[in-house]
């Protein structure tokens, strides 16, 4: 079966398996009950363009379902945030250069300690500067040859207006929380090193993009200069749903999006290495599954879900999706002991990828730092790559990586609106109900 067939015998089963519900992007959830999601204009919002962002996440054409869908606005988002972080003139143009902690933050951690330096630059007008943080899995990387920074070492500049040229450029460079904010206009350039994302701050959307947000199906954040509501064109009779927090969370997908953008020194180094950890014969076929399982000291942050539990969600994964999702896995995971459970299901074919696993609660920093930390970092994102591949995906939204998973999933793969079962609350995502059979949770 092609793969173009296989996603119209996918959306065909999914419509079937109720009448009454359309299966979409669960950040969707907030619409207002008389939205409509069948006009042109949302179908234009959410169809699968190729990108015009320079160096965008997109895979290979063949992984993208010609009529899947991506989360709304995706493309117009993107090319936004382009060209605001790139501004004609860096001499004119204000920034604001953020910092955080070198240390204590995994890879996804990382990537959305970067996203939130990008939306408060937005939010304040300016274009965001990567400075510091999160190079414990840069500085020694022997892949950083033309700068350790992550804008240097794996991904795209963040902007054309480098550090060096935009801090060389002026005098003084205050803190902003130094600063009264009525002052901040004085300053071309500030500089922030208080970026947090949890719990998810309710203003956190730039006003810039509410425009891009005002015809879809999102209540629109506090601040943004516009009604309490998208979709204002309809009003319904019914209860609503009016928790801004659908919109942040498009907010963060878009602005993951566009900081995960490889620059061509790494994205070889990934290719080949891909090659060597997971056979370069095999395709992760149409229909796969991702469970993705986060062990070693996760359980210090968010509850724990052990291998049979996450083997029940999988399997009401496969059974919702009734025949349109093969009985494939592909696992990723750092727990060895996870993998051997996994594999000893005679009735699911598992693949991995041929890395080193431990079963010990250590965190992934810890592990890294006795072992080549390229390597580990390719590891990683390999296993990213596949896991976005697949066609449904099961994990621990409280997971950064998982959380990584959902926002490329739903912005450049196009395939936004595939089933996700959230591990942690037992939501199944892109069916906009609760499975409740409590044999699942038990």
């Known amino acids: ?21 359309w299966y979409r992007n669960f950040l969707y959830r ?39 869908r991506q989360l709304y606005n995706s493309a117009l ?33 990382t990537i959305h300690m970067m996203s939130y330096g990008l939306t408060r630059a937005m939010m304040m007008g300016r274009v965001y500067i990567h400075e510091d943080g999160g190079q414990i899995w840069t500085k020694e990387n022997r892949l950083c040859v033309t700068g350790w920074r992550w804008d240097q070492c794996i991904f795209l500049p963040f902007s054309q207006c480098s550090l060096e040229e935009v801090l060389g450029a002026v005098a003084e460079a205050p ?29 956190d959307f730039p006003p810039l993009m509410a425009p891009l947000i005002a015809r879809g199906p999102f209540p629109m954040p506090p601040g943004t200069g516009r009604g309490a509501r998208a979709g204002t064109a309809c009003k319904s009779d019914g209860p609503e749903r009016s ?55 996760k359980s210090k942050e968010s509850p724990d879900v052990d291998d049979a539990g996450y083997l029940r969600q999988v399997e009401a994964v496969h059974a919702t999706a009734r025949g349109a999702l093969t009985r494939v896995l592909f696992l990723s995971t750092e727990d060895s002991a996870t993998v051997e459970y996994f594999q000893a299901q005679k009735n699911w074919t598992v693949l991995v990828t041929d890395v080193e696993r431990y079963h010990e609660k250590v965190s992934p920093m810890e592990f890294a730092a006795q072992r080549d930390l390229a390597t580990m970092v390719l590891n990683d994102f390999v296993s990213l790559e596949l896991a976005l591949q697949c066609d449904a995906w099961v994990g621990l939204m409280s997971s950064n990586w998982v959380k990584l998973i959902h926002e490329l999933r739903s912005v450049y793969r196009c395939k936004a609106d595939n089933l996700f079962y959230d591990s942690r609350y037992g939501d199944m995502w892109g069916n906009q109900t609760y499975i409740d059979d409590p044999v699942l949770f038990r």
């Open 1 to 21: 079966m092609s793969r173009c067939s296989f996603f119209f015998t996918f959306a065909f089963s999914l419509l079937a398996i109720s009448s009454a519900k």
């Open 175 to 203: 803190y902003a929380n130094q600063v009264d904010p009525s002052r901040w206009h004085e300053y071309r350039v500030l500089r922030t090193k208080h970026l947090s994302g949890d719990p998810v701050p309710v203003r």
């Open 243 to 297: 928790d801004p927090l659908w919109a942040v969370q498009w907010w963060r997908a878009q602005s993951t999006a566009y900081l995960v953008r490889f620059n061509p020194h790494f994205a070889a180094a990934l290719k080949e290495h891909r090659n060597k950890i997971f056979p370069p014969e095999i395709d992760i076929p149409p229909g796969t599954i991702n469970v993705h399982v986060r062990r070693g000291d």
């Open 77 to 109: 988002a993107q090319r936004f945030i382009y060209r605001h972080q790139n501004p004609a003139d860096c001499r004119s143009a204000k920034f604001l250069v953020a910092e955080f902690d070198a240390e204590g933050h995994g890879i996804g951690s």
């Open 30 to 68: 907030g619409a207002s009950t008389c939205y409509k999601f069948n006009t042109v204009h949302f179908r234009n919002a959410t169809a699968c363009w190729d990108s015009a962002t320079p160096g965008a996440y997109v895979g290979n054409r063949d992984d993208r379902p010609e009529d899947g």
